[in-house]
């Protein structure tokens, strides 16, 4: 009778993730291709393809494209992991349907403040800036901006510490943590996706920590007219702004490690090599983020001195354990290539080249010429679109055609695959050549002694039109299995 | 290009087209899988190797570069001072410092200041209002160096221009709907000719 209630039990919270799974992955679809339009339109704007568009318009919509993809990535990761998750470990669907709520809420004060306020100051809304636009956009549009940051806040701080709650409860945390297996020990047997979602977790917190500070400082001063300190402000961005796109990644990670043997019918499983990578990633990104102040040069020398060294070693345990490991898996082995797997998969090549570009850009001496010019962009681009966006993407297609049992189309997946990498690729090549060239970035015009910024723009065009049609068919095939698994 | 900018490119293109060909390589070997055979542990051989070369590239990297860091150490002087202070949209540039909105409007709209060609020159960078960025571009487009202009704090960035000409300060952080428009000019001289104007000034 026990076990009956048991596997009841087991059916009914599936039901409940895959429900979720399913709504969170709906809000994608409307939001993902809206939100990468946007990034269209501005490589159009830079390309002078439309010369009377208003620059203020350009930077609501910098904005809100910035602000979009990070959080938008972040909660379907998010998503995804808690899906994977269930087989192990039982998060509260409640939780995440509060943080459903909350986010919808959120995103819809992000989008008045942007479109309605025309806040333009950037996703990173750079003290003081938010209240001293030069009276382009008013300061009820700063207002919601910030009131809809604090939002997504609370309802993501909630959903990370009920994760947390939902590991605690099978494991301790030196366990989650996997330090028994650095003392020698492998029972009890951690799967990885526990360890890099624990890791994740305490560093959203940390993130999360930073941004509270950030906001209480900017009511401080808008109530009481105090100002804040500058630099302590840029700190408490770029701190929660770098740990939110680094445990974005990581969640894409953590797909990677429970998708993958999937595929390749190989288990991927916790060692002492993998528990020492995850915990030295927990330490050194707490330092990495001071590579986006190199440019402050009143900041101590020995915070920029630390930032490069956190930069340039946190990329060893990616590279020798994460992607070391992916290839080893599936050197000369029967590999189940779908659109799924393959996007998967691929992720993590988005993932190496970007962490070289990223490695050089965080050389302080590199970043004196390359700070704030397309590089940066060229390189976030590289692991965020073909990095963990494509692993995220991956993961709703494998979901999708789990639960639908419709077959894979290898020819058209295979198409697809070529188009994204080609359009996508060929995307940040022109970052890149832009980055080298020293055009800044986040300019919605160039100067006529700054002119290659604009050929660049209309070159990626191109490719970015490619891009676009990769993605739609990676829709079609995509939706067409979700609307199936309802 | 700067050398070191140069390099940081090559070794990119290098390390993209490696990585690539690592993947075709590895995708391609999925093709004719071994039968019975689990290779996952003679690939896992390589590991070690590859960790100790990656280590070896970093720490060249950290030893290279780091020497190379562009901030100002405590016994470096220059051999003339220029302030500069970024307002909403333009870099105002002066010989003496810009303390108020009337003198940063007049500056802004004045002539360029004029500094010596194969010199130190000091520029100490602040702000009015909002964050800007401070870079100093020649009329080919290569960038010299940059620092951020702040409220509140001065950061005091060595430039030595090899060749006189007009030189442009852009902005390189976000500061508005005309942060894209928002310059600075500076001349160079010649060592000589410079001398010469302050004396004729004189």
């Not at chain 1, 895959?18 to 809000?27: A, I, R, S």
């Not at chain 1, 070289?356 to 010429?369: C, G, K, M, Q, Y």
């Not at chain 2, 105002?92 to 303390?99: F, N, S, V, Y």
């Not at chain 2, 500076?186 to 000034?201: H, P, R, S, Y």
């Amino acid at each position: 009778m026990a076990e009956i209630a048991i596997k009841a039990e087991a059916v009914e919270i599936e039901a409940k993730v895959k429900k979720l799974t399913l709504v969170w992955t709906g809000l994608t679809f409307i939001l993902f291709p809206i939100l990468g339009l946007l990034g269209f339109l501005m490589r159009l704007v830079q390309g002078n393809v439309f010369p009377m568009f208003p620059p203020e318009w350009f930077y609501s919509i910098l904005t809100l494209h910035g602000v979009g993809m990070v959080g938008l990535w972040f909660v379907e990761g998010m998503i995804a992991v808690i899906y994977l998750l269930s087989k192990y470990v039982k998060p509260s669907a409640g939780v995440s349907w509060f943080s459903f709520t909350f986010t919808l809420i959120g995103v819809a004060l992000i989008i008045i403040s942007t479109i309605a306020g025309k806040f333009g100051a950037g996703w990173y809304f750079l003290y003081p800036l938010p209240y001293k636009s030069a009276e382009i956009w008013p300061n009820w549009a700063t207002d919601l901006y910030l009131i809809g940051l604090g939002v997504l806040g609370i309802a993501w701080t909630v959903w990370v510490i009920d994760v947390l709650r939902a590991i605690a409860k099978k494991y301790t945390l030196n366990q989650a943590l996997a330090w028994h297996y650095l003392a020698g020990k492998t029972e009890p047997e951690l799967p990885p996706i526990i360890l890099i979602v624990t890791v994740t977790c305490i560093g959203a917190i940390t993130g999360f920590l930073a941004a509270v500070a950030l906001l209480l400082l900017f009511l401080f001063d808008r109530v009481s007219g105090t100002p804040a300190d500058p630099l302590l402000m840029k700190n408490l961005v770029f701190y929660f702004g770098h740990v939110l796109v680094n445990i974005t990644m990581y969640l894409g990670v953590a797909i990677l490690y429970e998708t993958l043997p999937q595929y390749t019918q190989k288990p991927w499983k916790t060692n002492k090599l993998v528990a020492f990578a995850w915990n030295t990633v927990l330490f050194l990104v707490l330092f990495a983020y001071f590579h986006h102040l190199y440019m402050d040069f009143v900041q101590p020398k020995a915070f920029q001195i630390i930032g490069q060294f956190a930069s340039y070693f946190i990329s060893v345990p990616a590279a020798v354990v994460t992607i070391f490991s992916a290839l080893a898996m599936i050197y000369k082995t029967k590999v189940n290539w779908t659109l799924g797997s393959s996007l998967i998969f691929l992720g993590t090549m988005g993932w190496a080249v970007g962490g070289v570009a990223a490695v050089i850009d965080s050389s302080i001496a590199v970043n004196f010429r390359f700070h704030n010019t397309l590089w940066v962009p060229a390189h976030f681009h590289t692991y965020f679109l073909m990095g963990v966006v494509l692993m995220i993407l991956g993961f709703i297609y494998h979901f999708s055609q789990l639960h639908s049992n419709i077959p894979d189309n290898s020819k058209l997946a295979k198409f697809t695959v070529w188009l994204i990498l080609i359009g996508g690729y060929g995307f940040l090549s022109m970052f890149y050549t832009g980055g080298a060239l020293f055009v800044p970035r986040r300019y919605a015009l160039y100067p006529p002694a700054l002119s290659s910024g604009t050929t660049l723009a209309q070159i990626s065009i191109v490719f970015v039109s490619i891009l676009t049609i990769g993605f739609l068919l990676y829709l079609i095939q995509t939706i067409r299995r979700w609307a199936r698994s309802f | 290009m700067a050398p070191i900018n140069a390099v940081a490119v090559a070794i990119f293109i290098f390390f993209a087209l490696l990585i690539f060909g690592v993947y075709a390589f590895f995708i391609s070997s999925t093709r004719k899988p071994a039968v019975g055979e689990d290779y996952y542990k003679s690939v896992a051989k390589l590991r070690a190797p590859f960790f100790v070369i990656l280590l070896l590239l970093l720490i060249a990297g950290l030893v290279l570069t780091l020497p190379k860091i562009p901030y100002p150490s405590k016994g470096k002087f220059p051999d003339a001072v220029v302030y500069v202070a970024g307002k909403q949209f333009n870099f105002a540039l002066d010989t003496q410092p810009i303390e108020s909105e009337e003198r940063w409007k007049e500056r802004a709209e004045a002539e360029p200041v004029q500094v010596p060609a194969g010199k130190w020159i000091e520029f100490r960078v602040t702000s009015l209002d909002v964050n800007h960025g401070f870079s100093l571009y020649d009329e080919n487009g290569k960038l010299l160096g940059q620092t951020q202009a702040m409220p509140g704090y001065v950061n005091r960035l060595f430039i030595k221009f090899d060749k006189p000409g007009f030189y442009t300060a852009y902005c390189m952080e976000l500061c508005g709907n005309s942060h894209h428009a928002m310059k600075g000019v500076i001349e160079v001289v010649e060592e000589g000719t410079f001398g010469a104007k302050i004396l004729n000034q004189q």
